[in-house]
């Protein structure tokens, strides 16, 4: 059974959507100016790696069970063919979106498109995690390494669990020792590995190890004080990472990484008084749906409204930013739910809708004799 939507962490990722795209806005436009900026803070690209690799170790947890003679690579691959089914579809419209716009900006002659586009292939296939450098759409490299690292922990964990764990840890300690000596936004190596996507597939690797202490207090009953315990960690950890976000990091990103490793791991468990407020609000549900697609075009509202409105001033380009990439997420919302899906996603997924039968008066004196 899949789990149910957990409101709290929609509300969040909404939320930390929001934030690294103003993040974004200050380092590509106000940067090197001298504003002062607002909601300095941008770590939050852990929360969504975290997130991923949880809900990976839960897929396969839920599928373990099942009698099934396929291979690990076969399940791999199949779990692989999900993620790409429920994400390519946003990040190739993110990132020919960011090709139309960026190559408008700089005025490319049209006999010149066709060429930058064949240069672009890897980023269009969704592999410029691979370390595929000059992207159109930078933070959709996250994307790609999702795909990448999604397939490569999936088979470890369905060639054998226990292992996984050990290597999780290995990995991890390497990644984040080798990330932090070098800056996690070098175009260093590590093994042969691009260093972004290696760390990602420590995140997710942490992520996914995560599982099993949620699912373990998942199955328990909370006394009172365990869940007052619970909901002071939740405002505790959500005052810091929004004090961080405003102000800034006053300390490494591994600590901070480590707050957002606590505060994912509180609203996963989903017990506490706080996540109550949450619980099975649609409206919320709607933002944590909607994020996906502000993720993938906030890029190209930045350079756009850069462009077209150069004297605009930071605070009416934080607003501008939010409310023309929130209406263009809606949109885009609306042509997946009714375009991409039917075409293509329930045939990739293997979703089926129930039949149901209209109910008339016929039918009903046929069950009554």
Not at 181 to 199: E, M, Q, Y
Not at 232 to 241: G, S, Y
Not at 280 to 291: A, E, P, Q
Request: hydrophobic share 50%; with cysteine.
């Amino acid at each position: 059974m899949d789990e149910k939507k957990n409101s709290a962490i929609e509300f969040w990722r909404f939320i930390f959507c929001i934030a690294l795209a103003i993040g974004h806005l200050n380092m590509i436009v106000w940067n090197k100016g001298d504003v002062n900026l607002l909601f300095k803070g941008h770590y939050f690209v852990a929360f969504f790696i975290f997130l991923s690799g949880y809900f990976l170790m839960a897929n396969y947890q839920k599928n373990k069970s099942k009698n099934t003679k396929e291979v690990a690579t076969t399940k791999a691959w199949n779990y692989t063919k999900k993620r790409i089914s429920a994400l390519y579809p946003a990040l190739l419209i993110g990132v020919a979106l960011a090709f139309i716009v960026r190559n408008v900006i700089i005025d490319t002659p049209v006999h010149e498109l066709f060429p930058v586009f064949m240069n672009s292939i890897w980023e269009f296939l969704g592999l410029s995690a691979l370390g595929v450098t000059n992207l159109w759409n930078e933070p959709l490299i996250y994307i790609s390494a999702i795909f990448i690292a999604g397939f490569i922990l999936y088979y470890l964990i369905n060639k054998s669990e226990e292992l996984f764990k050990i290597i999780t840890i290995i990995v991890a300690i390497m990644v984040y020792s080798f990330g932090l000596s070098k800056g996690w936004n070098s175009t260093d190596f590590l093994l042969g590995i691009p260093l972004p996507l290696a760390r990602i597939f420590a995140g997710m690797a942490i992520g996914a190890l995560m599982y099993y202490p949620v699912a373990y207090l998942k199955t328990k009953k909370f006394s009172e004080n365990v869940t007052m315990v619970f909901s002071i960690a939740h405002i505790a950890l959500a005052m810091i990472i929004l004090y961080v976000w405003i102000h800034g990091a006053n300390f490494s990103e591994l600590v901070y990484g480590l707050i957002l490793l606590a505060f994912t791991f509180v609203l996963l468990v989903n017990k506490d008084y706080i996540a109550i407020l949450y619980n099975d609000n649609k409206f919320i549900n709607d933002l944590g749906r909607i994020s996906l697609y502000y993720f993938v075009s906030h890029i190209s509202f930045i350079y756009l409204l850069n462009f077209m409105f150069p004297e605009m001033g930071y605070v009416p380009s934080i607003a501008f930013n939010i409310l023309f990439t929130l209406c263009w997420s809606y949109i885009l919302m609306y042509i997946d739910d009714y375009l991409i899906t039917p075409a293509f996603r329930s045939k990739a997924i293997g979703e089926t809708k129930p039949v149901t039968k209209r109910v008339t008066k016929k039918t009903v004196r046929k069950v009554t004799k």
